[in-house]
């Protein structure tokens, strides 16, 4: 998948949950093209998820309810995902 549509694919994901108000997605694949375990087709992403609904919850509760929102895209287009919740 173009990296394009699959940042495209993960905004309206978790624009259209119930409990992300604003996402940045930031791609930072060139950090980690020289690792042995770099797959060309496979993203490192950096995600800000702006919600206040996340927030009161433990950081590990707010990264499943995301994980569970993402589940294809981590499965087949994700290598390395960053959250940070705000």
């Known amino acids: 998948m173009e990296l394009n549509i699959l940042i495209e694919n993960i905004k309206s994901k978790l624009l259209n949950s119930s409990f992300v108000e604003d996402v940045v997605i930031e791609d930072k694949t060139y950090l980690?093209?020289?690792h042995s375990s770099h797959e060309k087709n496979?993203?490192?992403?950096?995600?800000?998820?702006?919600?206040?609904?996340?927030?009161i919850l433990s950081k590990i509760d707010a990264t499943k309810k995301v994980h569970n929102?993402?589940?294809?895209?981590?499965?087949?287009?994700?290598?390395?995902?960053q959250i940070l919740f705000k």
Request: charged content about 20%; proline content about 0%; overall charge positive.
């Open 69 to 81: 929102v993402l589940h294809h895209e981590i499965k087949n287009y994700i290598h390395s995902i």
């Open 32 to 34: 980690h093209l020289k």
């Open 42 to 55: 496979k993203f490192h992403l950096k995600l800000t998820v702006f919600s206040n609904n996340l927030k």
